[in-house]
């Protein structure tokens, strides 16, 4: 391959990655609006956001629903990708398109569906209704990741489990889930990522009540340029970044090892 | 003892009772407020179609509408020239190399959109490093760059191009190198055997990511209503604006229908081609 190809794509890739850098700087600028690069450094910020319950509750609202969705998304779509993977029957294909179908809505369009149906339902501005209106758009993909692995499990494990008196359920906990435990952490994980980081319909749905943490961020760069937000950007970038250097150095790692 | 007698083509009840929760859950929870939606545009405040009138004949709303197909055209084109040298080096020279940029790209897939965006609201901004790099070469004032057609283009382009690029990836990695030797040694030049044969083989990728890519941008809500521009919305702020400031369900409604229908039609035509099965990879 010519080496202008090569540069080409590095540069995309730094394209793709080093804007996002911008934020870690910000969160310790002294300076109250956005200026870049910061007149100077401290931890102010941190100071404010940790002792501002406007920004500590939407964080710990984020988690609250982020957890309650993950748990019921995995209690409905681990029984369903098992009905689905394993039989056949009539109408199987409309099912398939229905469990797809909050991927394929626009988050907006089922945003003003919640904003009234939720108002006449009493679940505005409730952990419950935020969870189950996340727990909707997060189904697909784990719906997804679970049958991806079911697909590829061999059936044989539970045969020999049941044969030998396990019942179905028990054969689950102690074969199934096991052997698929990558496949469920994925899902679950992602589940977890994306109601953690669901804006739209949070907007609409959580009102100032049960406020989620991009809620807030979203209120915070609409309404006034408050510098506590680039720390919250900075610990959610923060996360990302840890996760993705301790893969890194995981594989660098035993490359190294395997050396 | 529960004996399994399941044969995998005949569902026995309890195969039907596992499924039922989700079917149940997604009807109550998920078609009920999107019907909800549906009645609203032809219902609120009072019955009848006018609202569809209006969103596809009056002058604004059809510029609002065509602003949004506008960009989102000039987003997923830019995302196809950005993604796909990325895409062919990353698929060609694996390695170490090819591992960090598609770990760049990951990266980025996985930070929330609300940081991205503000990361452009930074860089774009009138006191950001873009600005202050023209004025240092002498453009003084610097032209306004946020809160304008051209940012929020940016920063959707950003936003998306990694999903651009794993649908690209996703098929490059699957051509056989050998081909392309092949073409070589029967005296094909690197160029004509990258049009004739890498190309075409690609072409999948660049038509299901520009799907995917096109369809989310038209959808877009966040980053246009944070940093594009307040006087040429898209579709999506429109909406939010037409509940949050009027109050108005039935209009909002009905552009959030032909929203869905744009969205849907776009998906039919991918699924009648190619098979929508294909889009997630």
């Given at each position: 391959m010519r080496p202008t190809m090569i540069l080409l794509g590095i540069a995309v890739a730094v394209f793709v990655a080093l804007p996002i850098f911008i934020v870690l700087p910000m969160s310790f600028s002294t300076s109250p609006s956005l200026a870049f690069p910061p007149p100077g450094y401290w931890l102010g910020h941190y100071a404010h956001f940790f002792r501002d319950p406007t920004w500590t509750g939407p964080l710990i609202n984020s988690f609250i629903v982020a957890a309650g969705t993950t748990l019921l998304t995995m209690l409905l779509v681990t029984p369903a990708a098992f009905t689905m993977t394993r039989h056949d029957f009539r109408g199987k294909s409309a099912i398939n398109v229905l469990l797809l179908t909050p991927v394929i809505v626009p988050h907006i369009v089922i945003a003003v569906g919640y904003f009234t149906y939720?108002?006449?339902?009493?679940?505005?501005?409730?952990?419950?209704?935020?969870?189950?209106?996340?727990?909707?758009?997060?189904?697909?993909?784990?719906?997804?990741?679970?049958?991806a692995g079911l697909k590829g499990l061999d059936r044989n494990y539970e045969r020999a489990a049941q044969s030998l008196g396990a019942p179905p359920i028990v054969a689950f906990f102690v074969v199934t889930l096991p052997v698929l435990r990558a496949a469920f952490l994925v899902s679950a994980l992602l589940a977890f990522v994306h109601s953690f980081d669901e804006t739209t319909v949070a907007l609409f749905i959580s009102g100032r009540d049960v406020a989620t943490l991009p809620k807030r961020m979203f209120d915070a760069i609409r309404l006034q340029a408050d510098p506590v937000l680039s720390v919250a950007a900075t610990l959610l970038f923060g996360v990302v970044l840890a996760v993705f250097a301790a893969s890194f150095l995981r594989k660098f790692f035993k490359a190294g090892v395997s050396r | 003892m529960t004996p399994t007698k399941s044969t995998p083509h005949r569902p026995d009840r309890l195969a039907l009772i596992l499924l039922a929760p989700l079917l149940v859950f997604l009807v109550v929870f998920?078609?009920?407020?999107?019907?909800?939606?549906?009645?609203?545009?032809?219902?609120?405040?009072?019955?009848?179609?006018?609202?569809?009138?209006?969103?596809?004949?009056?002058?604004?709303?059809?510029?609002?509408?065509?602003?949004?197909?506008?960009?989102?055209?000039?987003?997923?084109?830019?995302?196809?020239?950005?993604?796909?040298?990325?895409?062919?080096?990353?698929?060609?020279?694996?390695?170490?190399?090819?591992?960090?940029?598609?770990m760049l790209v990951a990266m980025s897939f996985w930070t929330s959109f609300?940081?991205?965006?503000?990361?452009?609201?930074?860089?774009?901004?009138?006191?950001?490093?873009?600005?202050?790099?023209?004025?240092?070469t002498g453009w003084d004032p610097p032209p306004l760059m946020l809160?304008?057609?051209?940012?929020?283009?940016?920063?959707?382009t950003h936003i998306l191009l990694p999903i651009m690029v794993m649908a690209l990836y996703a098929v490059m990695?699957?051509?056989?190198?050998?081909?392309?030797?092949?073409?070589?040694?029967?005296?094909?030049?690197?160029f004509s055997a990258f049009r004739n044969i890498y190309f075409p083989l690609s072409a999948p990728g660049i038509v299901s990511g520009s799907t995917i890519v096109?369809?989310?941008?038209?959808?877009?809500?966040?980053?246009?209503?944070?940093?594009?521009?307040?006087?040429?919305?898209?579709?999506?702020?429109?909406?939010?604006?037409?509940?949050?400031?009027?109050?108005?369900?039935?209009?909002?409604?009905?552009?959030?229908?032909?929203?869905?229908?744009?969205?849907?039609?776009?998906?039919?035509?991918?699924?009648?081609?190619?098979?929508?099965?294909?889009?997630?990879?």
């Open positions: 939720f108002a006449k339902l009493g679940l505005l501005q409730t952990y419950l209704g935020v969870i189950l209106a996340h727990t909707c758009l997060t189904s697909p993909l784990a719906f997804l990741t679970v049958s | 998920f078609l009920v407020p999107l019907g909800e939606v549906m009645w609203m545009s032809i219902t609120e405040p009072s019955f009848g179609f006018g609202h569809y009138g209006k969103v596809l004949l009056d002058p604004h709303y059809r510029r609002v509408v065509l602003d949004t197909l506008g960009t989102s055209l000039m987003v997923t084109t830019v995302c196809v020239l950005l993604a796909y040298p990325l895409a062919y080096v990353t698929a060609q020279i694996g390695g170490t190399i090819g591992a960090v940029l598609l609300l940081v991205r965006t503000y990361a452009w609201m930074i860089i774009l901004g009138n006191r950001g490093p873009v600005s202050e790099l023209l004025k240092a809160f304008t057609r051209f940012s929020s283009t940016v920063a959707l990695r699957k051509i056989d190198l050998n081909i392309m030797k092949a073409a070589a040694s029967l005296g094909a030049t690197p096109f369809v989310l941008c038209i959808g877009f809500y966040v980053t246009p209503v944070l940093i594009g521009s307040p006087r040429e919305q898209m579709i999506s702020g429109m909406i939010g604006a037409q509940i949050e400031e009027f109050l108005a369900f039935g209009e909002a409604s009905a552009m959030a229908m032909v929203l869905l229908v744009v969205t849907v039609a776009i998906l039919a035509v991918y699924h009648r081609f190619f098979g929508l099965d294909k889009l997630w990879g």
